[in-house]
């Protein structure tokens, strides 16, 4: 209970927060005002960021920092210079490294109930993409070509958008798919609301048809759920399985044809609970004699470390370190001057106390750099196939890495992932709020950098076994991730039988 009430009283200047004065939704800041939040971020980038020049020169960030600076030639409201600083952000290719507005603003969307684009979107190269059959009956089929929304081409609402999105370095995937998210988001941060949007969709002939899509009774929620069930049903049509636990984010099933392989779909790194879902889980595999193993990380953005770490544990032939160096640029997060905050009490626990000065003079910490050893009883012993894509973040990356690393009997298949193949800027956070439009910018504590041979290209976690989705393949609802998994796990099986009766 001390520690509890001790931690409580060092967190509280980074939780409590002063009242706010009356927002304006449609006050215009001046170009003074903009440059002036414009030079706080740079300077907290400067000042905070770790990993600020993992993959961009500072001339390259520089360069950009100034093309932001001529942008500020009129006053603005906060959401369309919220628009132009994103390119600048997205210039550090930081997954963990964000932007938001104000709780103000915030607040006022909530009071307003604006419903989403009534769209799921699909991002491939320079082409956009209907991603999900429409909840409304409109005619409209999954993977359809969107040739406009509201009279504006495409192609050039991709290029405007692509800068202001990013994942770790260059991943081409996670671009693609973080634009895919996030479009709709910023289409209506661009270009306001409307009870209609008119959408220009074009066959394969060329020929465009017309469709208005009211936009009243959708939800973001009721979107979300309808994108995922669409996604579970091709999943379950590639392969057909049996769900034998459901819980905290994972769920594990079992193949109908084969009982001796199971699928385990992680959705996220939540904390404590999920690790004892994983434990749970683990006896499941274990009781029903579980050969081979799918772990699906698609669409992982990541979590808690110590749920990473601890799922490593399970699929480990040997020990292992799970960080190799937890670099901070500072003991502390403080700007004069400048509101800041950290996203919990053990945050500034760990910078003010738990940093260690290495042999190079960087600030370390040395939590995750002890050696660990996987369980003993619960381990699975057999081949894991490990599914990734684009949308593959943070722990949902640094999982195949490190299971790939310390176990041969690991195979990736997918995509390359979002976060990055060497480590990401991660950890905690920390939060900076501009002075004037009292937007918050999200900045990682530490660089990480994962304990593997060679050196870091800016890339993601390259598959053993590379899969491309054609529009064929999508319309069909197939899912070839797993069927790739599923003639791996055939092709395996009838080598280990051949080489069991050559003996």
Known sequence: MKRLLTLLLIGLPYWVSAQSDEYDPYRLYTPTQLQEDLAVLQRAFVQLHPGLYRYTSPDSLNLAYRQAVAQIDRSMHDVEFGLLLRPYIGRVRCAHTGLSISKERQRYLRQLRQPPLPLSLLVRGDKLFVATQPMQATGIAAFEEIASLDGRPATDLIRQFRPMVWGDGYSQTATDGMLSMLMPALYRAAYGYQDTLTVHLTDSTGRLRKVALPTRGVSARRLARHAKADTVRRQRSALPTRTVLNRRGIRLSVVREDSAIAVLKIDRFADGPMRRAFAAAFKEIKRREIRQLIVDVRGNLGGSAQTCRDLVRYV?????????????????????????????????????????????????????????????????????????????????????????QYNPNVRIVGRETGGGAYGCNAGQSIFVQLPNTRMVVKIPAYRIRLPLPGRDQGRGVMPDYPVAYSLDDLRQGRDRDLETARQLMSRDRATSNTLSNSR
């Not at 502390?332 to 800041?340: D, E, F, L, M, N």
């Not at 003993?376 to 195949?400: C, K, M």
């Open 316 to 404: 480990a032939t040997q020990p292992f370190v799970f960080w190799d160096s937890t670099v901070a640029n500072a003991r502390t997060a403080r700007i004069p001057g400048v509101k800041t905050w950290l996203s919990s009490p053990f945050a500034y626990i760990d910078l003010r106390f738990r940093l260690r000065r290495d042999d190079h003079g960087n600030l370390q910490l040395p939590t995750y750099r002890k050696t660990v050893r996987p369980y003993e009883n619960r381990r699975f012993t057999g081949p894991v196939y490990i599914l990734t894509d684009g949308l593959s973040f943070s722990a949902g990356s640094i999982f195949p890495a490190l299971a790939r």
